[in-house]
């Protein structure tokens, strides 16, 4: 059985900066992409940041370039997302997702079956 757990979000203020991480267990990683999609209320939920476990290989929303970096720890089947200079417009929900996979044209991030329970992020102004 595949778990996907989250740790981390919260509140913080305009600017501030967050760390969220993702386990996940029961699953073998191979090709597949590990990362975050977020989902703000009345909005679809859209991805955020993958990275790609066989070669690192990462991808990010343009809103997220610059801001966010996503990192992955083989060893504990880990996933982070570090998240700087945050705003407002980045307030949504945040779910981990496995075994998604990147395109290689146009470059892109879809998600794959696994998801986490969700973490809310929220920042105020």
């Known amino acids: 059985q595949v778990q996907v757990v989250e740790s981390g979000g919260g509140w913080v203020q305009t600017g501030g900066s967050l760390r969220l991480s993702c386990v996940v267990s029961g699953l073998t990683f ?3 992409t590990m990362g ?3 989902q703000a209320p ?3 939920r859209e991805p955020v940041a993958g990275i790609r476990w066989r070669d690192g ?8 370039k610059g801001r966010f970096t996503i990192s992955k720890d083989n060893a504990k089947n880990t996933v982070h ?4 200079s945050l705003r407002p417009e980045d307030t949504a929900v945040y779910f981990c997702n496995a ?3 990147l395109s290689s044209w ?3 991030y879809y998600a794959g079956d696994y998801w986490g329970q969700g973490t809310q ?5």
């Open 121 to 125: 992020v929220t920042v105020s102004s």
């Open 106 to 108: 146009p470059f892109n």
């Open 42 to 44: 009345g909005k679809e």
């Open 99 to 101: 075994d998604g996979r």
């Open 36 to 38: 975050w999609f977020r």
């Open 30 to 32: 191979g090709s597949g």
């Open 81 to 84: 997302l570090q998240m700087t």
């Open 57 to 64: 290989m990462s991808y990010y929303a343009n809103s997220a």
